[in-house]
């Protein structure tokens, strides 16, 4: 191989090393740290940035990129390059352009106020005021104005943002599809709450967190997902996090009276985690072996938590396990109540909450929000208002108070803008797939009624998670699903199981 190339790949291979590092001590800050190492903690993660950082813009690094790649225009310098060994070079050109465009003092300067940040919002969300939390919001979206120019963009400036999040996707096409998508759920949730009539009284119960514990391991169990390459842990919000495709970790939560947010958030997280387990250890560090996008990475979650985790099929399958797990709190229980009781469309004021057809909505209000924030025709001060009406427009409720509302997310106090519509995103991506899933394994149902998910597993294993960054996020949903990308396939998804004939 040319040695241009092996130097490229060490230094890759030496970033991904570090962001590993730097991973696990996010994952053990929010699983067994003891409090009062946050400062030290904070330190430790600051240098592992900063080497970070060091390492992307390095002098060596650039030297062996421009003399493959055009920094500038991106044209190819060097023939005889495999498709792959070009789709590194474009990877990296795009890594290494956005790394230099933010000065390391930009980097510091996040840093210092996102910390400060984050313990403003926790405390105006306890006592449920936002001014408390409004005059660093308004130096994070300053910040964040800043950084779209820094990083430039053609049209709107939250364009720069979402890239960051959700490769070659533009605010323009988001809004079409967000418009479009948000025109349709609106009458639909009305059509099927007015059809609707759920029992959830089976869940009138305590159901002790022991047994809860041995519901998460039976999902994993049936996933082949075993304990050589992946742990499973307990965290306030769950999430999965991973430091090699061999070392994979994901957390739960447990409600004593909701049996179900622990199978619905293990699978969730169980969908993330078989994605990172599926990349390429051969090329571990490059962005061979890299996930596609949030977007592409949520789409993987979403499938597993509701387009098979809320299936009638994997009620079947799983009902007869809890009824053993838990034989007095759920001695009635049918498929057929588990599966009515986990589809229940009901608008809530809580995101991380909402069921499948009013999630989307929540998303779209955030983003639309975060557009006018960052183009300027939305103030600070203004925002609980804004999104009070929002919410009132689109699921038909107000917030009584903002930590209902406004102050819900983490995501602001850690200066993320941009990253929120790649949940809808992951979502409509979900859809799409699913549709095609279905077409072509028609037997996909029977064999999860009997606790067989191979099938599912090896083909989204062979039309996304192999590819790593070879493909934008719009190629590999449209490769995957033989369709351009739009919002239909996924609202048919939400009518048929809905509102069936
Ligand atoms: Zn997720």
């Avoid at 229940?344 to 009013?358: K, L, M, N, Q, Y």
Wanted: net charge negative; with cysteine.
């Amino acid at each position: 191989m040319n040695s241009l190339l092996t130097s490229l790949l060490s230094h890759s291979k030496t970033i991904a090393l570090l962001k590993a590092a730097e991973s696990l001590l996010f994952w053990d800050q929010d699983t067994y740290m003891p409090k009062e190492a946050v400062e030290a903690r904070s330190e430790q993660i600051q240098l592992i940035n900063s080497l970070i950082h060091k390492e992307e813009t390095s002098d060596s690094f650039k030297d062996a990129l421009e003399s493959l790649i055009n920094l500038k225009t991106g044209e190819i310098l060097s023939e005889d390059l495999t498709t792959d060994e070009i789709s590194n070079l474009k990877n990296w050109r795009r890594d290494f352009l956005i790394s230099t465009k933010i000065p390391d003092s930009f980097v510091k300067e996040e840093s210092e106020l996102t910390t400060k940040a984050l313990h403003a919002w926790s405390d105006a969300r306890k006592k449920k005021d936002f001014s408390l939390f409004a005059p660093y919001l308004k130096k994070i979206v300053a910040l964040n104005q800043k950084k779209a120019e820094l990083l430039g963009y053609k049209e709107h400036p939250y364009d720069a943002l979402l890239d960051l999040h959700e490769p070659d996707m533009t605010t323009k096409e988001v809004d079409v599809i967000f418009s479009k998508l948000s025109k349709k759920l609106i009458p639909l949730l009305k059509k099927i709450q007015e059809k609707q009539a759920t029992n959830n009284s089976f869940m009138n119960h305590e159901f002790p967190i022991d047994k809860q514990k041995k519901s998460s391991l039976a999902i994993l169990e049936s996933l082949k997902l075993d304990s050589s390459f992946l742990r499973l842990d307990t965290s306030t919000h769950p999430f999965s996090i991973s430091l090699h495709p061999t070392d994979c970790r994901i957390t739960t939560r447990y409600d004593v009276k909701d049996p179900m947010s622990n199978i619905s958030s293990t699978l969730h997280e169980a969908g993330h985690a078989m994605y990172e387990h599926d990349l390429d250890p051969t090329t571990f560090g490059s962005p061979l072996s890299q996930s596609a996008s949030y977007g592409i990475h949520e789409s993987q979650s979403r499938f597993w938590e509701t387009c098979i985790g809320k299936s009638h099929a994997f009620c079947e399958y799983f009902t007869p396990i809890l009824k053993k797990i838990f034989p007095d709190e759920l001695n009635d229980l049918s498929a057929d109540s588990l599966y009515d009781a986990i589809n229940t469309v009901t608008p809530s004021f809580i995101r991380v909450e909402a069921d499948e057809v009013t999630y989307c909505l929540h998303i779209i209000l955030r983003f639309e929000i975060e557009k006018a924030l960052i183009d300027g025709s939305l103030l600070v001060d203004d925002l609980p208002a804004v999104w009070n009406a929002k919410m009132q427009e689109y699921l038909g409720i107000t917030p009584p108070t903002d930590d209902l509302g406004v102050l819900q997310d983490v995501h602001w106090s850690m200066g993320a803008i941009g990253y929120f519509p790649t949940y809808a995103l992951g979502n409509i991506y979900a859809g799409q797939l699913f549709t095609r899933f279905k077409k072509e394994h028609p037997e996909w149902e029977n064999e999860a009624k009997n606790g067989n998910f191979s099938t599912i597993q090896n083909w989204l294993k062979d039309q996304i998670h192999i590819h790593g960054r070879r493909f934008t996020p719009k190629e590999l949903i449209e490769n995957a699903s033989k369709q351009e990308l739009s919002e239909e396939l996924y609202l048919e998804y939400l009518s048929e199981k809905y509102l069936p004939n």
